[in-house]
């Protein structure tokens, strides 16, 4: 057996980005903290690093023009990302904005490369205005105030317009063209909810490709025009949602991620033609599509259940994909890749008789004496999704003999807009009742200790743990809640004012709803907690503010409850730093093995 913490030694790569000569390959890469690195392509020299940041990278991009970089790092994961640039030959990059107190999203650059456009919450926290800024002097023009997330994802061909993507809630946003020069801001029509994503102009510059499901279940590609909403259908599989696209400079070739159950397909032809899915690679994840600059290669990150992420290459002339890294656990961790082991879909009957979808693993060595202990390991979101990517996490918990679920219950992505919005507001018992009926199964399962099952999630995943634990006590013979919330009422008061009002359209509205939240906030029935508790929160955390868990860990105190409380200083929503890491991972596996 391993100890935890080499689970969590293991790097990761994404965002690649081609160099203007495509002879080097920018991307990301590190553990825990990633940073900007150049891989030389079929020459000389090894890869270094180009930003040695105590934080981690949070994105990558390079400008249209020549290999001056721009990316984004924040402070202990407090979300208030700020913005650099590395100008080619230079021996450090510079700061674009220096106030801590702010979130600045980026968004694009400029054809010509002389400015960036970028969401920020400098004028009031609450709003993501729309600015722009000259790359030589700094100077910034804003563009569009108002409340909300607001995202820039485009700059058109000729400089005259921005793409903007509103984020009203997790299922209805806003599509916006802006006029550059103008200051003029249009509103794309829709007949009725709607998610964007991933909106980019075409060639000439007269409509937007953007993946959207108006009118249906599942994201599609769609031409759309922008004066009247009239759309176009590109790429729409059946039963899947297109998750990202990316065009060839010139357009010769189109390049798509559909969401199949979970597994990612690629797909790369000519856009007007059947395109193949892309063979070989591992089962899993695929993100961060990269054309070079001549168009005959794209380069993307890849990664599977027993594959952690690295940088792949699908070449034209070949039309076959290559890995240009791969981490190596045997080495970076004493890790025999040998022994990871490669969850199964499987699903379990709910409420209604509704099917729910989910992962289950067992570790490959006999079941002890009445079966496995086991544990649920329930996704944060809700709007996310369990999938076949790499979970450090699970295989640790694999590795030491415990069976593990990952369920999909009813607020889940990747199963259609209805499923999804399936357990908004006063239906968010249904995901509750999701969660049982995957206890059920996994009690019934052969060489499972139908006894010795725990219960793990993340954020919303936390609440879930901590609702399971006080609504079904008895069920549970362990529990683990990282930075998850206590009370729906605290919550939707404390956490960024960028999101309440976004967040409050899914949870439901105080002055409104206040019966819903009250049912559905934990903390309202610590007393009835049995299973022994182990809480992790960072001090920086601006989605769900420590007070959730320092709250709830207090009256499990006042109640003498079992409970072991770990915060963690410097850190924000999610455990990055290494020595984070290393720590939740140790304390995780020393809960488990001592209570489950």
């Known amino acids: 057996m391993l100890r935890p913490s080499d ?49 981690k990278v949070a994105f990558l991009r390079r400008a249209p023009t020549d290999d001056r970089l721009i990316w984004g790092v924040d402070a202990g994961g407090d979300e208030r990302q700020q913005l650099w640039l590395l100008e080619p030959g230079a021996a450090r990059p510079r700061p674009l904005t220096a106030d ?39 100077a910034r023009r804003r563009l569009l105030e108002g409340p909300g997330e607001r995202s820039v994802t485009a700059w058109s061909a000729v400089g005259d317009r921005l793409a ?18 103008e200051d003029a801001v249009h509103e794309v029509p829709r007949t009725r909810p709607t998610r964007y994503a991933a909106a980019r102009f075409s060639a000439d510059g007269t409509r937007l490709l953007v993946l959207t499901d108006q009118g249906g279940e599942f994201l599609r590609l769609e031409r759309i025009d922008p004066a009247t909403g009239v759309a176009e259908a590109l790429f729409a599989p059946p039963g899947r949602d297109v998750e990202a696209w990316s065009l060839s400079p010139g357009g010769a070739l189109l390049a798509t991620i559909e969401n199949d159950r979970g597994y990612a397909l690629l797909r790369v032809g000519a856009p007007t033609a059947e395109r193949p899915v892309v063979g070989g690679l591992p089962p899993g994840i695929v993100a961060d599509l990269a054309w070079s600059v001549d168009g005959n290669r794209l380069a993307f990150a890849a990664q599977g259940p027993t594959e952690p992420p690295g940088l792949w ?47 289950f693993a067992k570790p490959e060595v006999p079941p002890p004496a009445g079966g496995h202990p086991a544990v649920i390991s329930v996704h944060g979101g809700p709007a996310s999704q369990a999938r076949a990517d790499f979970r450090p996490d699970v295989q640790m918990l694999l590795d030491r003999g415990y069976a593990v679920l990952m369920p999909n219950v009813r607020g889940s992505t990747g199963y259609g807009r209805a499923w999804m919005e399936a357990d908004d507001v ?86 409104r709803d206040d019966a819903v939240l009250e049912a559905l906030s934990p903390i309202r029935r610590v007393a009835e907690v049995t299973a022994p508790l182990l809480v992790a929160h ?25 409970v072991r409380y770990e915060r963690f200083e410097y850190a924000g929503h999610g ?22």
């Open 538 to 562: 960072g001090d920086r955390d601006p989605r769900v503010p420590i007070g959730e868990s320092e709250r709830f860990v207090a009256e499990m105190h006042a109640h003498g409850l079992p």
């Open 100 to 138: 801590p107190r702010v979130i600045h999203d980026f968004g694009a650059v400029s054809p010509d490369g002389t400015e960036i456009a970028f969401s920020a919450n400098d004028r009031n926290e609450a709003c993501w205005d729309v600015l722009v800024m000259d790359l030589a002097s700094g």
């Open 313 to 359: 290459l699908w070449e034209r002339e070949s039309a076959a994909a290559r890995p240009l890294w791969r981490p190596d656990p045997r080495a970076e961790a004493g890790i025999d890749p040998a022994r990871l082991i490669a969850p199964a879909l499987v699903t379990w009957r709910s409420t209604g008789g509704t099917a729910v979808p989910g992962w």
């Open 7 to 55: 689970w969590a030694a293991i790097s990761a790569a994404a965002a690649p980005a081609f160099s203007h000569d495509g002879r080097t390959l920018f991307h990301l890469r590190g553990t825990g903290l990633p940073q900007i690195w150049a891989m030389p392509l079929g020459g000389p020299g090894a890869a270094r690093p180009l930003s040695e940041h105590a934080e």
């Open 164 to 181: 903007v993507i509103g984020n009203r809630t997790t299922g209805d946003q806003s599509l916006l063209v802006i006029n550059v020069a």
């Open 426 to 511: 006063g239906r968010r018992k249904v995901a509750i009742a999701d969660l049982l009926a995957a206890h059920a199964w996994l009690a019934a399962q052969p060489g499972i200790a139908p006894g010795r099952i725990g219960v793990m999630g993340q954020s919303y995943g936390g609440w879930m743990v901590l609702a399971a634990v006080t609504l079904h006590p008895e069920l549970w013979r362990a529990a683990v809640d990282w930075y998850g919330i206590a009370d729906w009422f605290t919550l939707l008061r404390d956490t960024g004012p960028w999101r309440r009002d976004h967040r409050a359209a899914e949870y439901g509205l105080p002055g």
């Open 575 to 596: 455990f990055i730093r290494p020595e984070h890491r290393r720590r939740i991972f140790e304390v995780v596996a020393e809960h488990f093995d001592r209570h489950l």
